[in-house]
């Protein structure tokens, strides 16, 4: 399933062609999986801590931990974007994916050929909006910051990684 925005503006209409290019690549390449394909996350207050989640079509947000899915994805941006005329911004974002390696061919060490698939899609995407800036591993790396609840741990066959993107966008530009 993808979360897809209506009419996306400013920094979600860039994340979502970088949504829409991964899932129409993992939906090939791992045909029948369940795949969760969500665009931006709201960093969520709440009396527990700040949680992860997504704004699903209604009237409710979703946190974003493990689950059944396959494969999980979606996007956390920086609170400070940047620009130096007031027209193109840049933004720091952090692509995080859930994987359950066992649906691999050879799950074996397959934490790394997934990371690896991943980032070779991300660099073949052909803009100048996008750029891969680094690659994290870690619960607590990933989220710093952030309360995680979930009782699922980074380990083999589940695995948790973030590729770090800078994400270029025209605020007033609409899709």
């Known amino acids: 399933m993808i979360s897809l925005i209506v009419n996306p503006v ?8 970088v949504q829409t290019i991964l899932y129409e690549y993992l939906n090939a390449a791992y045909p029948g999986k369940n795949i969760l394909a969500v665009g931006r996350a709201y960093k969520n207050q709440s009396t527990d801590g700040v949680t992860i989640a997504y704004f699903d079509s209604g009237e409710e947000y979703v946190n974003l931990f493990y689950d059944e899915e396959d494969i999980k994805y979606f996007f956390i941006d920086a609170d400070n974007h940047t620009s130096a005329d007031g027209f193109v911004y840049s933004a720091n974002v952090k692509l995080v994916f859930y994987v359950n390696l066992s649906i691999l061919p050879n799950p074996e060490r397959a934490d790394e050929t997934f990371r690896k698939e991943i980032v070779s ?53 609409k899709c």
Do not use: C, W
Not at 10 to 17: A, C, E, L, S
Not at 125 to 152: A, M, Y
């Open 10 to 17: 400013g920094i979600d209409k860039q994340i979502q062609k």
């Open 121 to 173: 899609v991300l660099n073949r995407i052909n803009t100048n909006k996008v750029k891969v800036t680094g690659v994290e591993k870690g619960l607590k790396n990933i989220f710093s910051g952030i309360e995680i609840k979930t009782d699922k741990t980074d380990m083999q066959p589940l695995h948790t990684f973030a590729v770090n993107l800078s994400i270029n966008y025209h605020l007033m530009q």
